[in-house]
């Protein structure tokens, strides 16, 4: 029996700038705002094909990403609070400056992502594989980092004040024992 194809919709709010000029030569520039959709479709939706994906700035807080293929995605400067990409596969992903606040990444895979800026306040990201990422100048604080793996990994000016690390294997393949 065939599935019914599952869709992601995602509305787009752009902002475009247009010039008038009167008869009398003043110009007035007056901003508008058009809306545009993209869709993401999957089937099933736990297979949520988006590799190479330009998704830069988008937003998809609280929106259910489970096991989504975005290796090599662009989300830089993307909003992605309360989301769930528990399984995604975000290797060599794009993430400057996004901001994935309270998000589920459990069990990502983070390989060689790029999140430099980017916040994971409070995040969940047990056993995901943050393996040579770079994580500069990124806020993990009170992020869950259980059994994470951050080998290789950049870490230099990131923030981890009260980030649970119990089990994580450090950028220098060590691993921590204490709670904090």
Not at 7 to 28: D, R, Y
Not at 135 to 161: D, E, H, P, R, V
Request: proline letters at 2%.
């Amino acid at each position: 029996m065939a599935r019914k194809p599952n869709f992601l919709i995602v509305g787009v709010v752009l902002s475009v700038g247009l010039l008038a000029c009167s008869s009398t030569s003043t110009k007035t520039v007056e901003t508008i705002s058009v809306t545009t959709t993209v869709v993401l479709a999957c089937d099933p939706p736990e297979h949520l094909d988006c590799a190479g994906a330009v998704l830069n700035g988008i937003n998809l807080s609280g929106e259910d990403l489970t096991g989504a293929d975005l290796n090599h995605a662009f989300l830089s400067g993307a909003v992605l609070n309360y989301a769930n990409l528990t399984g995604a596969d975000l290797t060599n992903a794009e993430l400057l400056g996004a901001t994935l606040n309270y998000a589920d990444l459990t069990g990502a895979n983070l390989t060689n992502a790029n999140l430099t800026g980017a916040n994971l306040y409070s995040a969940y990201l047990l056993r995901a594989n943050f393996a040579d990422a770079n994580l500069s100048y990124a806020t993990l604080s009170k992020a869950n980092l259980f059994q994470a793996n951050l080998t290789g990994a950049w870490i230099n000016g990131a923030t981890l004040t009260g980030a649970y690390l119990l089990g994580t294997r450090m950028p220098d393949g060590t691993v921590h024992i204490r709670e904090r």
